[in-house]
């Protein structure tokens, strides 16, 4: 490698000279400066510049290069610069997301030295520099004073504990450096304490090749799936694992891994409905390679406090759904049973605890109970487990057996009537109607239309359609069509298709009907010699693009058996497109400690390329409040915090409101179940 380039000094940068990404001064057209702690591989090295890599560009003869250095020497030339095969830029693709995540991991200083001595990941400077760092802001202060009229100057200034006024933020993308395409991600993860001192280091993230191989090539992986480069998430990440699926069975996934490629097809740039046809090739084995948050790394005085250990419960009785708890046994040889029984329910995914052997090791340590859920056993994570797993990581396993587990509330010490612990079910979440002031645009790229249908028809003729959803729904959808059938006088009209949401028929609401009350109103007014349908179709630009049809079968994804017998489902995609009047929301509250973080990233706000975006959940992360609570998932969006709306926020505003939330936080959020595969 050749010397670094130097960058300039702090003395004398005004803020018209420095960068709003990189904090350095260089030309608008130059590549962004970074100050790197260690030594970087050579194989995360431009081959033009020297320096590691800047939104990797992957060419088709396998070198890698910077973005801006390459377009620029492909400006002058139409070779690869290494070994001179014919280049243009349009054959090159942005590379995997699994090195765009370990370039974003490389460590580097802030450029304020004099000010600022802080260290962190390359794609958290931005972040730092707009939210943390006093060099940065004093700079943006005196520029903003400047232009302020003469009765601002009265205001005192900012004391150094304030973060910077998030009108006189400059609105700018929290990208990290992987490419323009990126959606912003806000870091609720990482937090500092009052003294801007670290309390946990970075995220540990690891590639992870899953092999599953299927008896029946047609058989479904049962993992349900958010995100595309279409969306706000960017990647392709998993929402949820099927409950005894092949994917369950196999046990290495989990919700919120990130799958980067399937069977050597990158997914790292695809919109949702191409991953969707790539993980439903037919055949009998499919090699993911997934991207795994594993929680965060302890810094050397935080060792006492493992990363992977569940957060510290604050004492509340009104806590929701129960208490993170912690227990060690210990056996005297490897082969000593714990004298556990672990079942599953019909109700809820995961394990639990049925019975402690009297006598046996659980239940003379006294720490678990009957009806306990099972998190994870020594770093496995649980939540979505079978006891089989659960038994052979307890064989597999030394002297120490590590369990985390989630206890809810005995009834009878709130004062219920005697419900036994065993028969005990978490309280159904509470749903209610987006209120007005939550309303929103769908994200951009997605949209409405609302089409009207009337029919005169013979009495004994039926519509021809089948439905599902309704509001008693895991999920609370709306009223869905499912089919049109070739027989009935909808599918003669042809205005009306699969994926369409009821609104009415006849002048009746149908928006918050549960699926039996719809049932019943269709087929009561589907009787009358005139039928006026109210319906809702949602469409994306990508489908558009692609001269795809919205309501094509291969843009959809089938379900196993639900309770109504209804087996088709839109894409998650499908949902994103609803107006807000139609979204129901519910309320979650979490709970933690000062010095821990919630555990949650998430992609939205404004944004230069898209206008205002709204705020998804893009990551959870193991071993922190969100992850132990287990009712957020990916591709949840964030209505409101504490009861304020986020809509209009950006990043800037959104960073600052979640960390003064001490000890709790009430997010509103909107969730529409995952495309699943």
């Known amino acids: 490698m050749t010397e670094p380039k130097v960058p300039l000094p702090v003395g004398g940068i005004t803020w018209a000279r420095v960068c709003r990404e990189c904090g350095q001064c260089h030309e608008g057209q130059d590549s962004h400066l970074y100050e790197y702690q260690d030594e970087v591989d050579d194989e995360l090295v431009c081959h033009i510049c020297l320096q590691p890599l800047l939104q990797p560009m992957d060419t088709p003869c396998g070198h890698t290069y910077c973005f801006q250095c390459l377009s620029n020497f492909l400006h002058d030339h139409d070779f690869c610069p290494v070994d001179r095969q014919r280049l243009q830029l349009q054959h090159c693709r ?19 030295r004099s000010e600022c001595q802080q260290s962190m990941q390359r794609c958290e400077l931005q972040p730092h520099l707009h939210n943390r760092c006093p060099a940065f802001r004093r700079l943006r202060e005196e520029a903003e004073k400047k232009k302020r009229p003469s009765w601002n100057e009265l205001k005192g200034s900012k004391s150094d504990g304030d973060l910077a006024d998030t009108k006189s933020t400059p609105i700018t993308r929290t990208t990290q450096p992987a490419g323009p395409s990126e959606p912003g991600l806000v870091n609720p993860a990482y937090e500092e304490g009052e003294d801007d001192t670290p309390l946990r280091s970075s995220l540990v993230a690891e590639a992870t090749v899953v092999e599953l191989i299927r008896e029946d090539p047609e058989e479904g992986l049962g993992l349900r799936i958010v995100g595309g480069k279409d969306t706000p998430l960017g990647n392709i990440v998993i929402q949820e694992i099927v409950r005894d699926s092949l994917a369950a069975r196999d046990g290495k996934l989990a919700p919120g891994d990130h799958i980067l490629e399937v069977n050597d097809v990158s997914l790292a740039s695809v919109p949702h409905s191409r991953a969707i046809s ?8 499919l ?33 929701n759904p129960g208490t993170v708890i912690q227990v060690t046994l210990v056996k005297r040889d490897r082969s000593e049973p714990l004298g556990i029984k672990l079942i599953r329910k019909s109700e809820e995914p995961g394990v639990f605890i049925l019975d402690l052997l009297p006598g046996g090791l659980a239940a003379k340590d006294g720490k678990l109970r009957n009806n306990d859920k099972v998190l994870g056993i020594n770093g496995h994570d649980l939540r979505h487990g079978t006891p089989e797993s659960a038994a052979t990581i307890i064989q597999a396993s030394e002297m120490r057996v590590n369990f985390v587990v989630m206890r809810c509330p005995d009834p009878t010490e709130e ?10 079910r978490v309280p159904e979440p509470q749903y209610f109607r987006r209120r007005s002031t939550f309303m929103k645009e769908p994200p951009g790229g997605f949209s409405s239309q609302e089409k009207t249908v009337t029919l005169k028809k013979e009495p004994r003729h039926s519509l021809g359609i089948t439905i599902a959803g309704g509001r008693d729904g895991r999920s609370r959808l709306p009223v869905y069509i499912t089919s049109v059938q070739p027989v009935g006088c909808l599918h003669r009209d042809g205005t009306i298709k699969t994926g369409d949401i009821l609104l009415s028929i006849n002048g009746i609401d149908l928006t918050q009907l549960t699926y039996n009350e719809a049932v019943t109103v269709l087929k009561t007014q589907a009787a009358q010699s005139t039928v006026t349908l109210r319906v809702i179709q949602t469409f994306s630009d990508e489908e558009e693009q692609d001269g795809e049809s919205s309501s094509r079968e291969d843009m959809d994804t089938q379900e196993g058996t639900k309770e109504d017998d209804i087996n088709w489902v839109p894409l998650w995609t499908r949902w994103l497109g609803l107006p807000s009047y139609m979204h129901w929301c519910r309320d979650i509250m979490l709970m933690k400690t ?24 893009k990551t959870i992360v193991p071993g922190t409040p969100a992850h132990f609570d287990g009712r957020l998932n990916c591709g949840d969006e964030i209505v409101a915090v504490n009861g304020l709306t986020t809509v209009g926020m950006n990043n800037s505003s959104l960073i600052p409101m979640l960390k003064l939330q001490k000890n709790k936080v009430t997010l509103t959020v909107v969730s529409w179940p995952g495309s699943l595969v």
């Not at 790539?278 to 084995?285: F, T």
């Not at 997934?290 to 965060?296: I, S, V, Y």
């Not at 935080?302 to 992977?308: R, T």
Request: proline share 10%.
């Open 594 to 617: 000062n010095c821990e973080s919630w555990g949650f990233s998430i992609v939205g706000g404004y944004e230069e390329s898209r206008g205002q975006q709204p705020f998804f959940i």
């Open 278 to 285: 790539v993980l439903r090739l037919s055949g009998s084995r």
């Open 287 to 319: 090699r993911l390679t997934a991207m795994q948050e594993k929680g965060f790394k302890p810094r050397p005085e935080h060792l006492a406090q493992p990363s992977a250990s569940p957060p510290t419960q604050p004492a509340n009785p009104n806590q």
């Open 94 to 112: 942005t590379s995997s997301l699994l090195v765009r995540n370990l370039l974003d991991k490389l460590t580097v200083l802030c450029p304020f």
């Open 415 to 424: 004062g219920g009537e005697g419900q036994s612990r065993g028969a005990r």
